[in-house]
């Protein structure tokens, strides 16, 4: 059955008091605006004094993804390839804010401006638990090793298991295993993460 798709824009603004990190926020905002045209769906920014602003047209389906392809998460590979070569990530690569079109093109959404949050003295992380590095989390940051770990978490829980999804959000030793494999991969690049996991899911190896 062809999955229906349903088009709308989704804006989402950001207070510029709320963030933990101003600096970081406010750098963070000005790459993504400058390097707004190769993210898809096209990112559109704004700010004023108070907030930073993002639009972007969302495509919505009758049917949520609860896993990936082998295929998609090489696409995705690519693509994260590609925007961390000019200086991009993502902060929160949970299934919910990825998805393909129909002519199997990655499209990555809610761009957060303030991934760190103070609001009410609390601070926020703002992603999702099983996608968080251990080290960020420790850190009270979000920086690029989150988006590491987020895609080896959305590639195993796609070819291997459900249940990872459980286990990196609880298991914290195998969390740490985790993070210790992937900072230790040399030459790193998205799309070689994604091969040699799936690849070592296919054999007798242990993953981590």
């Not at 009270?140 to 590639?155: S, V, Y």
């Not at 959000?169 to 070689?192: C, G, P």
Request: aromatic letters at 12%; a positive charge.
């Amino acid at each position: 059955m062809m999955r229906k798709f349903y088009k709308s824009w989704h804006r989402k603004s950001f207070s510029k008091f709320e963030s933990a990190n101003f600096d970081k926020s406010k750098d963070r905002y000005n790459i993504l605006k400058k390097n707004s045209s190769s993210i898809y769906p096209c990112l559109e920014l704004y700010e004023n004094d108070k907030c930073w602003t993002t639009s972007q047209e969302i495509l919505y389906k009758a049917k949520k993804n609860l896993f990936f392809s082998e295929k998609q998460l090489k696409i995705l590979s690519k693509q994260l390839d590609k925007n961390s070569k000019v200086g991009i990530f993502h902060g929160d690569l949970c299934f919910s804010n990825i998805d393909f079109d129909k002519d199997g093109n990655v499209l990555i959404y809610d761009w957060e401006i303030n991934l760190e949050v103070l609001k009410n003295k609390h601070h926020y992380l703002r992603t999702t638990s099983y996608c968080i590095h251990p080290a960020d989390k420790k850190n009270n940051q979000i920086t690029e090793m989150t988006d590491k770990f987020g895609i080896f978490a959305l590639t195993m829980i796609s070819c291997h298991s459900p249940s990872w999804r459980s286990a990196l959000t609880h298991n914290n030793s195998l969390r740490q295993r985790v993070a210790n494999y992937i900072d230790n991969i040399e030459d790193f690049s998205y799309t070689k993460l994604v091969d040699q996991i799936t690849k070592r899911i296919k054999s007798p190896q242990l993953i981590v």
